[in-house]
């Protein structure tokens, strides 16, 4: 029988080389955590979020738009686990609540719009606000330029838009931009700005925010169509349960790709509630009509809208 020294030794030297061992993220494309915080110190000081994770915001765009480049071909399905297969409806009630373009048998008014879709990549929303300028309100003049931060995701985008009327057309246009930094687009220039599903990912969403404020015209909207906070308590628990249990798993199983799932439920959880989001929005310049959110299949989803004054308020 093994005296109580010995016994203590051992199990001092076991507990030595528990804490020597490093923790490891549940990402199948991880390294060791220890080894990647040395490798991407903060030069600023400035951190953000990548999903639960804590990284340098140098390093965040490159890290979600390996995310993004390893989805773009299965956007769709994505989107499909994400929102339990109704992303479809929202986008097209989004678009219907927006009414983009300009009737001639309504108006006087024969201006056409100018409208950005920010990190709209394939062109979902672009297509469907298209759709509504042309055959609901009648403009053929009507123009969208789909930006997004990832080759990957524009390319995708043009491909499907060979299957639309819009290709190679002025009406829809293409942009390689950083939304926190819009340098090419000029100041007061935009009648709407729309950005779906990718706020979120932004490094610096107030930024992108400002940012948004200045090339809308005044009296421009912008329009964000995002994941949110669930309001129902059980309804919150099942969906969480789903988002963390299921889909990491299925878009293994999909996709071959585990960690980008991962990522992208573990990005809803950290995005800003309703409320807080609404707050961002008006600290940008904007004012905020009615309580300043439309929550959507019970608060999976959210719409927010912001409208440039007309007049700065001072």
């Known amino acids: 029988m093994s005296s109580p020294r010995l016994w203590q030794t051992s199990t001092s030297t076991f507990r030595r080389q ?28 400035r951190t953000t979020h990548f999903g639960f994770e804590t990284v340098p915001e140098s390093a965040k765009e490159s890290k979600v738009g390996a995310v993004f480049s390893s989805v773009a071909s ?13 992303h479809r409806l929202w986008k097209d009630h989004f678009v219907r609540g927006l009414n983009p373009g300009s009737n001639p048998t309504l108006s006087d008014s024969s201006n056409s719009w100018s409208i950005l879709d920010i990190a709209g990549g394939t062109g979902d929303i672009a297509f469907r606000m298209l759709d509504h300028a042309t055959i609901i309100n009648h403009d053929h003049q009507t123009r969208v330029t789909v930006s997004d931060i990832n080759p990957e995701m524009l390319a995708e985008g043009r491909r499907r838009s060979l299957q639309t ?22 100041s007061n220039s935009i009648d709407l700005y729309t950005v779906a599903f990718g706020i979120r990912n932004f490094t610096d969403k107030q930024a992108a925010l400002h940012e948004a404020f200045r090339i809308l015209k005044p009296g421009g909207i912008f329009a964000c169509l995002e994941f949110s906070k ?13 988002s963390f249990g ?9 996709a071959g790709d585990r960690g980008s799932y991962q990522y992208l439920v573990e990005s809803i959880e950290q995005f800003p509630s309703q409320t807080e ?31 440039k004054p007309l007049k700065r308020r001072s």
């Open 18 to 45: 528990i804490s020597r061992r490093q923790p490891y993220r549940c990402f199948s494309w991880s390294i060791p955590l220890a080894q990647e915080q040395q490798a991407e110190r903060p030069q600023n000081g």
């Open 246 to 254: 299921a889909i990491p798993l299925i878009g293994q199983v999909v």
């Open 230 to 242: 669930v309001n129902s308590s059980l309804f919150n628990a099942f969906y969480k349960r789903w």
């Open 165 to 186: 009327q819009y290709a190679n057309t002025e009406r829809l246009s293409f942009l390689e931009a950083n939304a926190e930094k819009l340098s090419t687009i000029p």
């Open 74 to 86: 299965s956007y769709d399905t994505m989107n499909d686990l994400m929102s339990l297969g109704i």
């Open 277 to 307: 989001f609404m707050v961002m929005i008006r600290e940008a310049g904007f004012v905020v009509p009615g309580k300043g959110w439309e929550d959507l299949t019970g608060g999976i989803a959210a719409i927010h809208k912001g409208i």
